[in-house]
Each structure stands twice: as structure tokens, then as C-alpha cells.
């Protein structure tokens, strides 16, 4: 020790293992090592204020000089700095806990051991990292020196210093990215801009404040209602996107609030939510989806908070009982907003339907009360277009399909009969119809199945039944070993010749069977035997229409010879139209057809000679 | 787009934005149908694929049950064609709910264990997960001593790449010991689990209503109420979750019966159009129950029930309704019975 004031010690720790470890597993990026010195002066600042109140202004200087790997950056605070026996104890802990990594991250709060963690991270982007600091307990200035070999120094300085600390770096190979002043300035304003201290950038061209005095509506989240323009520019400035509303978000502690901006375009239901989380004014993260109930996929927020508890890398949240309180008075914010929309602005409350309709039916299928409010607003497919639940429900009874298939079957009979049919195939929508009467009594729900449909055709009259008797007896034994039955109806639009509808228990059994045909023999017999019992209950009907020219000519007397081909064709048709699976036995029969009637008009060619 | 003007590839990109549920397995379907009209093999196998994995985990287990059979039929007429370790993963799904199914017979289901066996032995995998299966099974026939004896076989074998997680095995033993009836074993066995110590998607979902019971007989009632709080937020709003939801309603009933009511009216509706017989049954039985227990009470309830539920016009009467539900759950406990040659179920209900 040739110096009485310079000491040379020795990290106790193995500092590239460390830094290795802050790197690759633990920051997302090493751009945060600006965060983690934000908020060591930050942290600083609040210390120094507790001690000595009277007359005290935090602030935050950031200066950058030179360029590429000759680039210095400096940040500098006024909070209470530090003493020879805290740069001590902070790296003490750092030695500790090197053997325990990321654990010691997450437990150790202190601010003397935060501090040390932050100081760290810049050996991410620097090799060379000095750190000048003057305790406002008094005590000399210290310089202290560090290499990410393990060693550095500690120099008592002479003279006066104002209490603070500045850290200097110089840039790394590599990293001069991160020294470039315009990206310095997002940075800083990425994680600070609702730092309630005036951070200042300066360089050799510019001095420029980097974040806005704290707005108003930050501490009082409802005031962002008159401030609405500003409120929206703020967003567009942070979150990069152009928003048209949002809704304040707070809780009753007032711990946790913030802006949720409505997103102007439809989202996912599978989306990736990234809300902004600011905790204790520093932005933690920009990806957090554990915030806000899953409903809310048509936000994103900007949420400021002192009451979580971030994970080790400070980027996400512990799920705990306090996050999930949070998460909930905040989606009660969401919630209450839309219900005051239904009632004072419907116009409003309309447009954010019309984009996000899928996220209300989540929130409505969880809570009915909400439902009820703003049911009249949702819309739902259905035979008439799309229209709303408010519209829909003026003609009673609301009929509705459970299913796409079962919507799919009856779409086009149900649409030229003006019956009215709601689609419920879509994910929520025959949840929300069947519950509809639980929340308005006047209003009756019916679920439709696919065989109801033909309760709107027109009977045949009884002159008419007699006239056909034979040909549907005929037809009927036809496809009876299909387990399906013929009727003879009349029903619109005339173009339709046949509708082939089927139940549930008749769609899966016929899967069922086609299935058998290629699976193993050990499971053909087990499908066999789930699909006894099915068969029993499985049913389908074929009903033709006697409004259709050619089937009224199919049907007529004297066409027995051919009916059956052309009723057997005609099934076989109906179920390639639906895409229903084909067993073996109806696709011979489908290539038995084609030939009888290739050869029925070859017959007939000959017969005219080719003229008709 | 209407969904019959959808090709394969925008019917699956639509499937797989949506989370687990009829809507999916709509889309998954008319994949399937638009793939067989195609002829196209590989499509058929894909869109199976996810109706595999979607009823299996959401309370579809005869359409996985169905997909899976042509996958394996597929498999076998078109040797390395498909990728054979996915396949021989979900056969295990697939063995795991069949026995809920009183029309397949014990035989039906002893043949399916055995070409697992002799599957995965092809495939260099050891006969581990057949025990363990096959325990599980043997359980399921209510033949806890046989089934205590695949458990021991399985505790001499080591894991391999086909065993489950070990959070799943764990539960196995609890769920075990909870239908051997030992309070004090059910709980410690669970301790790792509700101490957080071993996880994955579905424990401790399903392991908390196991000890539920066992801890309130304990008189340890404090720290039941807070797991089934807990838990219940795990089970909520999931289809694949009937039977544990249905014990939440059991469990509320002896201890919160009106809360018991709201929990019966939010799942009542997907306990009807349920595919597993079983799941659906205890869910009746914990539902006749809660009725039983409200009628007790000198208020009048009504229930909520689903437009076009057969008690409709009965929601007041929670004396019928608590008829109505058991014999419901009798009716299938009465047919798995018979299946299985005992009088297991029908006693279980009885016990509930």
C-alpha cells in the first residue's frame, strides 16, 4: 500500500460469472443497466430526503461526451451518496451472494444492496466504471474505481464535494449503441417519464429535459378526464400508437392507477397483453399480462403502482394475493366506466363495440349484472345480418343454434322463410342467448334444432299426400338402411330440391362409422360399441320439396323405375354438400348412380338420336 | 367468413386464436371435413391432432376418443408417415378417460391397455406407464386392492420419457389415497403440491378438492376454506374441470350451501352438453346433495337453471330438484356397475 489513501481489495466474487448471470438470464437486455442507474439515483434522492426535508430538490444530470468506443456517459444525482462503509457493504453483499445468484436478486431489497446490483449492470455495456461519491452524512468524497477482473479501488478525494454521486462509463467494444445520444434520450424518457424529478440531458450540442412535469392526473387518475387531449398525446408518445379513448383506471388504497387507452383496432382473444407498469414512478415493464382480468384484451394500459412486488429482474409481478386485488379493483375500473357509458354516453359505449365485441361477451359471460347493462349493444350473427342483441330481441321467441354446424344446416331455409335465427356457433354467443331471459324476463330464448326448421314448411295437403303415398314409401325404404327418413314437404326457395338434416347423435355416429373403416381392430370395436348406442337415438331426415319442378317430376306416378336411383343420388349429394363423412357403402353408391345414369343417357341419345 | 367458404389452413389459423372450447372444436372439425373431402391425409391428421388435445383437456373425450382412433389407423396403414412419439403420448389421454364410458366393456378396455404395452415396448419404452395406467384403471372399476398392486410395480420401476410429470404422479397417489379413504395419508401425500413444490398445467388444479374433505374431517376446516378458495379460482370457468367443480359444490355444502348454489348455476349449463358420463355424474350426485341440504333450510331459493332444462318449471322446488339430480347420477353409476362387475359407485354415491 504505497498510498495511504488509495487501497487496492479484492472482489469476493467471480464478477464476469455475475455479470454473465445479470446478462443472460436475468435483464432482457442490457439497455436496462440506464434503468437500473435511474433508479439508483432515484433511490438516492428519496433517501436524502428523508434525512434532510428542508429545501431539498432532487434532480438528475446525464451528460454524454464523445463518440463510439471513445463515448463517456455520466449520471449524476444529489441524494445522500455514500460512505467508505457502504461501498463496502454493498459489495460485501454482491460477494455473498454470488454463489446464491438470482436468488439474492429477488430477496435483497435494501437500498445499499439494490444499489450494488445497479452498479453492476453497467458491466454490461462498460469495462470501465467510476464512481464518484460524497456521503450528506459528511465524511470525505470517495472515488471508487472498478474492473470487471475483480478488482477495483477506493480513493479518498480532497476537497469540498456537494453530496451526491456520479457514475461514470466509458463505453465498451460492442455497446456504443447504448452511448448514442438520441437513444440515451429515449431510453431515459422509455423508463422516466413519469419520474417525479426533472432528469436533464445534456451533450455537446443539446441540454434537454427529458420528462414533463408529473401531470396532474397521474396522482388522481379522474382528473384525466379534462385533460383529455394531453392524456391521449401522452399515450401516443409512450406507447407509440394513436388512441381515441381510455378509461381511468384506480383502486380505493389510490396505491395503483393509471390510463387504460382503448385499442382502435379489433384484437385477439389469444393476443399478448402488454400493459406499461411504472413502479414507483420507474417504468418495471412493458410486457406485463398479469395486470388486468383476462377479459380486458382491448386495452392497453399505462399503470403506475407502489404496492407490487417485481420480480428479480424487475421486469414482471409476483402473482400474489395483493397483484390479484389489484388486478381486480382495476377491472371493476374497466367495468364500471362501460356501465356508466351505457347509461350517459351509448354512442361512445357503441364504437368501442363495434371493435371490440368479443372482449364485452367475455365480460359479460362472467358477470351478469354487466350483461344486463350492455346486452342491447352486442351483436350477434344471424338470418336477418348482423344486428344487435336490442334489435334482435323485438321478436320474440329468439330463436338460436347452438352450434356452427346446426347454424350452417338451416341458414338458407331459415333466411328465404324470414325466420329469424341467431347464429350461437361463435365462442360465447349461445352461452350469452341462453341466458338472456335470466337477465330480461320479457324476453324468451329457444334453442333451435336442425330438424325444427321444417316446422315452418307448408304441409302437403291431404289430396297430395294420397297422390304420392307410394313414391314416398318407396323413397323412404330406400334410405332406410342410412337411417334416414324421407318427408315430402313445400318450402322456400324452390331451388333447394332436398335438405338433409341430422341430430347430434346422427352427425357423431356417422363419424363413428366412417372412423371404424380405418382404425384398429381393437379400437374399431371399441367405436362399435359406443356407437350402439348412439344409432339408437341417431336419426336423419331428407325432406324434399314439392316446390321444386324436377322433384315434383320425381315424385309424379309413374317414375317408380328411376326413383330410387335419383333418391339415392340426391342423399348422396346432400351429404358432400355438408361434408359429411362418406362410409363405404354410400360411396358405391355414389359410383353405382353416376354409371346408371351415364348409361340412362346414353339410352335416351340413341333413342333420339342425339337430338332432343 | 362463413365457415363452409373457409379453406383448411384459415379454418386451423382460426382454430388456434381461439381458447379451448365448442368454437374450437367447431373450426377443428369442419377441418376435418374439408381435409377428407380433399383425401388429404396429413390435414386430417393434423386438424385430429388438436381434437385430441383439445377433447381431451375440455370435456370432449369421445371426439378425442374417435380422432384418435383414425390417427392410430392412419399411423399403422402409413408406417413412418407420422411423427410416432406425439401419438404414443396421447394415447394416454385417451386411456385415461375411457373408462368413464359404461358402454365399453372391461375386455374392450384390457385390449386397448395391452396394444399401449406392446406399442410402447416397440417403440424401446418401458412398461412403467402401463402399470401406472393400468392402475388408474383399476381404480376407475372401484378395485382399489388390485389397483394398490400396479401401484406398487410402478413405485419399483424408473421413469422414462413416457412417464407423466411428476406433479401429475404425485396427484395420482393422492387422488389413491383419498379413495382408500385415509384423511391423514391423502394430506400428507398432498403436501408437496399445495406447498408449491411440484406443478404443471393441471396440479394443483385438481388436487386441492382431494384433501378438501379429508382436511375439514380432520377438523382442520380454516385451512380447507382457504385452499378451496384458492382452488376453486383454478377450476373456474374450464370445462375439463366438471368433476373438481362438482366437488367444490360438495364441499361448499357442508360448509357455505348458498355458495354452493351460485357455483352449481355456473356449471350446470357445460355439465349438460358434457361428454363424460362420469364427470357428468358426480357432478349430479354433488348437485342432488346441495339440494337435499337446501331444502333443509326454511328460505326459498330460486334456481337458476338453463333455458330448456327439463326442471325448468321446478326451480323453486329444491326438494325435486335434489330428486331429479340423483337419479340422474344413479342411472350412470347403475351402468358403469354393471361394466364393472361391482357395486363400487352405486355405493359411492350413497356415500358422498
Redo the contacts between chains.
Keep these: 500500500m504505497e498510498n495511504q489513501n488509495q487501497d487496492t481489495y479484492r472482489f469476493q466474487v467471480n464478477l464476469s460469472g455475475m455479470i454473465n448471470i445479470l446478462s443472460n438470464h436475468l435483464y432482457s437486455s442490457p439497455k436496462v443497466f440506464l434503468r437500473e442507474l435511474l433508479q439508483n439515483g432515484i433511490d438516492a434522492i428519496t433517501a436524502r430526503q428523508a434525512y434532510s426535508p428542508a429545501g431539498y430538490e432532487g434532480k438528475i444530470h446525464v451528460e454524454v461526451s464523445g463518440t463510439s468506443t471513445g463515448a463517456t456517459l455520466l449520471v449524476e444525482d444529489n441524494g445522500i451518496g455514500l460512505d467508505e462503509a457502504e461501498i463496502h457493504e454493498f459489495l460485501a453483499m454482491i460477494g455473498q451472494s454470488s454463489k446464491r445468484g438470482e436468488d439474492f436478486l429477488s430477496t435483497n431489497t435494501s437500498f445499499i444492496g439494490r444499489f450494488g446490483i445497479g452498479l453492476l449492470s453497467c458491466f454490461m455495456v462498460s469495462d470501465d466504471i467510476v464512481m464518484v461519491t460524497q456521503s450528506a452524512k459528511g465524511g470525505p468524497a470517495l472515488e471508487w474505481r472498478g474492473k470487471p477482473d475483480g478488482t477495483y479501488t477506493i480513493r479518498k478525494l480532497e476537497g469540498a464535494h456537494a453530496p451526491g454521486t456520479k457514475v461514470f462509463l466509458r463505453c465498451k467494444e460492442g455497446s456504443e449503441a447504448y452511448f448514442e445520444e438520441s437513444n440515451l434520450q429515449e431510453g431515459l424518457f422509455h423508463y422516466g417519464a413519469l419520474l417525479p424529478y426533472p432528469i436533464q440531458l445534456v451533450s455537446d450540442r443539446n441540454t434537454r429535459l427529458i420528462n414533463p412535469l408529473t401531470p396532474p392526473w397521474v396522482k388522481d387518475p379522474q382528473l384525466a378526464r379534462k385533460h383529455r387531449d394531453e392524456v391521449l398525446s401522452f399515450g401516443k408518445q409512450v406507447l407509440g400508437e394513436t388512441f381515441r379513448d381510455f378509461i381511468p383506471l384506480h383502486t380505493a388504497s389510490g396505491r395503483t392507477g393509471g390510463i387504460a387507452f382503448i385499442l382502435p383496432h379489433a384484437v385477439?382473444?389469444?393476443a399478448k397483453r402488454n400493459h406499461r407498469v411504472y413502479l414507483k414512478h420507474m417504468l418495471v415493464s412493458e410486457a406485463a399480462s398479469n395486470i388486468l382480468p383476462d377479459w380486458a384484451f382491448f386495452v392497453k394500459c399505462l399503470i403506475w403502482t407502489d404496492e407490487l412486488q417485481p420480480t428479480a429482474s424487475r421486469e414482471h409481478f409476483y402473482e400474489n394475493a395483493q397483484l390479484e386485488q389489484v388486478r381486480e379493483e382495476l377491472g371493476n375500473s374497466i367495468r364500471q366506466e362501460l356501465m356508466r357509458m351505457a347509461e350517459y354516453d351509448p354512442d361512445r359505449l357503441q364504437s368501442i363495440i363495434s371493435l371490440h365485441a368479443l372482449s364485452m361477451k367475455a365480460l359479460a359471460v362472467?358477470d351478469s349484472s354487466f350483461y344486463s347493462i350492455i346486452h342491447e349493444w352486442l351483436p350477434f350473427e344471424s338470418t336477418y345480418g348482423r344486428k344487435t342483441l336490442g334489435e334482435l330481441k323485438q321478436q320474440p321467441p329468439l330463436y338460436f343454434t347452438?352450434?356452427?354446424?346446426e347454424y350452417?344446416q338451416i341458414t338458407h331455409v331459415a333466411s328465404a322463410q324470414s325466420m329469424l335465427v341467431v347464429n350461437g356457433?361463435?365462442?360465447y354467443d349461445?352461452?350469452l342467448l341462453?341466458?338472456l331471459?335470466?337477465i330480461d324476463p320479457d324476453v324468451q330464448?329457444?334453442?333451435l334444432l336442425p330438424e325444427e326448421v321444417s316446422l315452418s314448411f307448408t304441409d302437403i295437403t291431404p289430396q297430395e299426400r294420397l297422390d304420392y303415398y307410394e313414391s314416398v314409401r318407396l323413397a323412404d325404404s330406400v334410405l332406410q338402411k342410412f337411417r334416414c327418413q324421407v318427408q315430402l314437404r313445400r318450402f322456400k326457395p324452390e331451388e333447394i330440391p332436398v335438405l338433409y338434416t341430422l341430430s347430434e347423435e346422427s352427425a357423431?355416429w356417422r363419424?363413428?362409422e366412417a372412423?371404424?373403416e380405418?382404425?384398429?381392430d381393437?379400437?374399431?370395436?371399441?367405436?362399435g360399441?359406443?356407437g350402439?348406442?348412439l344409432k339408437e337415438t341417431a336419426y336423419a331426415t331428407l325432406y324434399f320439396n314439392l316446390n321444386n319442378p324436377i322433384i315434383e317430376k320425381v315424385f309424379h306416378q309413374g317414375n317408380q323405375a328411376t326413383l330410387p336411383s335419383i333418391v339415392e343420388m340426391l342423399y348422396c349429394n346432400a351429404l358432400?354438400m355438408g361434408?359429411?363423412?362418406m362410409n363405404r357403402q354410400e360411396i358405391a353408391l355414389l359410383n353405382q348412380g353416376i354409371i346408371q345414369f351415364i348409361d340412362w343417357g346414353l339410352t335416351a341419345n340413341q333413342a333420339t338420336g342425339g337430338d332432343e | 367468413m362463413n365457415l363452409t367458404e373457409m379453406d383448411f389452413d384459415d379454418l386451423m389459423e382460426e382454430a388456434y386464436d381461439l381458447p379451448g372450447g365448442k368454437a374450437k372444436l367447431e373450426l377443428l372439425e369442419q377441418a376435418v371435413r374439408v381435409a377428407d373431402a380433399a383425401g388429404d391425409i396429413d390435414q386430417g391428421y393434423e386438424a385430429r391432432s388438436e381434437i385430441v388435445e383439445l377433447g381431451s383437456f375440455h370435456g370432449y373425450p369421445m371426439k378425442a376418443l374417435v380422432a384418435f382412433s383414425w390417427q392410430l389407423g392412419q399411423y399403422d396403414k402409413n408406417p413412418g408417415r407420422f411423427d410416432d412419439y406425439s401419438l404414443m403420448w396421447s394415447y394416454k389421454w385417451v386411456l385415461d378417460r375411457i373408462t368413464a364410458f359404461a358402454d365399453i366393456s372391461r375386455t374392450q378396455i384390457e385390449n386397448l391397455l395391452e396394444d399401449m404395452k406392446t406399442r410402447y415396448a416397440a417403440e424401446g419404452y418401458s412398461s412403467r406407464t402401463y402399470h401406472y395406467y393400468r392402475a388408474n384403471i383399476l381404480e376407475d372399476f372401484g378395485e382399489l386392492e388390485a389397483s394398490e398392486a400396479e401401484w406398487a410395480i410402478v413405485q419399483t420401476m424408473d421413469r422414462d420419457e413416457m412417464s407423466d410429470c411428476e406433479a401429475c404422479e404425485q396427484h395420482g397417489l393422492v387422488e389413491f389415497l383419498a379413495k382408500q379413504g385415509d384423511d391423514e395419508a391423502t394430506v400428507k401425500a398432498a403436501e408437496p403440491i399445495l406447498k408449491g413444490r411440484m406443478t404443471c398445467g393441471e396440479v394443483p388444479h385438481v388436487t386441492i378438492t382431494k384433501v378438501l374433505f379429508p382436511l375439514l374431517r380432520l377438523g382442520r376446516q380454516k385451512e380447507a376454506d382457504k385452499l378451496q378458495k384458492k382452488g376453486y379460482k383454478l377450476v373456474k370457468g374450464n370445462r375439463d374441470f366438471l368433476y373438481h367443480q362438482a366437488e367444490h359444490i360438495g364441499y361448499l355444502t357442508l360448509t357455505d350451501p348458498v355458495k354452493a348454489l351460485e357455483v352449481f348455476e355456473e356449471y350446470i349449463a357445460s355439465s349438460l352438453d358434457h361428454e363424460n358420463p362420469a364427470d357428468q355424474m358426480i357432478f349430479n350426485a354433488y348437485s342432488a346433495k346441495m339440494f337435499r341440504r337446501l331444502a333443509e333450510e326454511s328460505i326459498r331459493f330460486q334456481v337458476k337453471l338453463p333455458v330448456d332444462h327439463p326442471c325448468e318449471r321446478q326451480f323453486e322446488d329444491v326438494a325435486a330438484l335434489a330428486k331429479y339430480f340423483k337419479q340422474l347420477a344413479l342411472a350412470t353409476a347403475e351402468k358403469l356397475d354393471k361394466r364393472n362387475g361391482n357395486g363400487y359407485y352405486t355405493e359411492l354415491l350413497e356415500k358422498l
Design positions: 385477439n382473444l389469444n362472467e347452438a352450434t356452427l354446424d350452417r356457433g361463435y365462442i349461445a352461452e341462453a341466458r331471459p335470466l330464448t329457444e334453442r357423431q363419424v363413428m372412423t371404424k380405418v382404425s384398429t381393437a379400437l374399431a370395436s371399441v367405436l360399441s359406443l350402439a348406442s358432400m361434408h359429411y363423412p
